[in-house]
């Protein structure tokens, strides 16, 4: 059974960073992809940031991408999020995401092709 378990969520002032953490079991990163995406009410699912097996890169939302880096740790079965010159756009429930498809088969960013997810953790920025 997968499960996503997310934390490091918080509330923060504007300019300051967050490490998001998702601890993972029942999954094997050695395919598909993970990945973060974050939610505000009334509107969907968007992505923030992918990691795919055997991907020549990382992928990241295109407007805040120097503001991001997603990693993934083998020892803790853990996948990050750092995020740093937070602003209250940034404020949303995000959640980490896993599918079993390659990086190549569809969008790495397009939260219809994931198949699990975690419960999310709230980042609230204050201005």
């Known amino acids: 059974q997968v499960k996503l378990v997310e934390s490091g969520g918080g509330a923060v002032q504007a300019g300051g960073s967050l490490r998001l953490s998702c601890l993972v079991s029942?999954?094997?990163?050695?395919?598909?992809?993970m990945a973060w995406f974050r939610q505000v009410p009334g509107k969907g699912r968007e992505g923030v940031a992918a990691l795919c097996a055997g991907a020549p890169r990382a992928y990241y939302h295109m407007y805040i991408k120097e503001r991001l880096n997603i990693t993934w740790d083998d020892a803790q079965n853990t996948l990050f999020l750092q995020m740093k010159s937070l602003t209250p756009g940034d404020t949303a429930m995000y959640f980490c995401a896993a599918r079993t498809a390659p990086y190549y088969s569809s969008g790495t960013l397009n939260a219809v092709g994931y198949t699990y997810w975690g419960q999310g953790t709230q980042v609230t920025v204050s201005s």
């Open positions: 029942g999954y094997s990163y050695s395919r598909g992809c």
